[in-house]
C-alpha cells in the first residue's frame, strides 16, 4: 500500500519547529499529538468555530479529537495510524489557525 504524500510522517527538522511553536500548540512527549485550547467570548463562537473548523476537516479527510466546553474548544490533533505527526496534521493546524484567527479579528462571518 502507498503512502499518501499528505500522509507521511513529519520530519525531525519539522518537529523540532513545532516544538518551538509560538501559536500555542503543544506537542507531546512522543511526538504523536499536538493539542490547543482556543478561547471565545461566547459558546455560540466557539460551537461555530468548531461547525467551521469540521468543515475543514472533511475536506482533508483528516478529523481531529475535539472537546467543547462552555467558553472553549480543546484540538487535539494526531494521527493514530501512523502512530505520529504527519503532514495532514500540519494542513489542518494551518487550516484551524487561519479560522481561529477570523475569530480574532472579529470576521467570524
Given at each position: 500500500?502507498?503512502?499518501?504524500?499528505?500522509?507521511?510522517?513529519?520530519?525531525?527538522?519539522?518537529?523540532?519547529?513545532?516544538?518551538?511553536?509560538?501559536?500555542?500548540?503543544?506537542?507531546?512527549?512522543?511526538?504523536?499529538?499536538?493539542?490547543?485550547v482556543f478561547n471565545f467570548e461566547k459558546h455560540?463562537?466557539?460551537?461555530?468555530?468548531?461547525?467551521?473548523?469540521?468543515?475543514?476537516?472533511?475536506?482533508?479527510?483528516?478529523?481531529?479529537?475535539?472537546?467543547?466546553?462552555?467558553?472553549?474548544?480543546?484540538?487535539?490533533?494526531?494521527?493514530?495510524?501512523?502512530?505520529?505527526?504527519?503532514?495532514?496534521?500540519?494542513?489542518?493546524?494551518?487550516?484551524?489557525?487561519?479560522?481561529?484567527?477570523?475569530?480574532?479579528?472579529?470576521?467570524?462571518?
Amino acid at each position: 500500500m502507498k503512502i499518501k504524500k499528505s500522509d507521511k510522517p513529519l520530519t525531525k527538522r519539522e518537529i523540532g519547529k513545532l516544538e518551538k511553536n509560538d501559536l500555542g500548540w503543544k506537542l507531546d512527549a512522543k511526538h504523536t499529538k499536538l493539542t490547543k485550547v482556543f478561547n471565545f467570548e461566547k459558546h455560540v463562537d466557539a460551537l461555530i468555530f468548531i461547525a467551521r473548523m469540521t468543515v475543514h476537516a472533511e475536506v482533508l479527510k483528516h478529523y481531529p479529537d475535539v472537546h467543547f466546553t462552555q467558553h472553549k474548544a480543546k484540538v487535539v490533533l494526531t494521527s493514530p495510524e501512523q502512530k505520529t505527526l504527519t503532514k495532514k496534521d500540519l494542513a489542518l493546524l494551518s487550516r484551524i489557525e487561519k479560522l481561529h484567527q477570523k475569530f480574532a479579528t472579529g470576521d467570524n462571518s
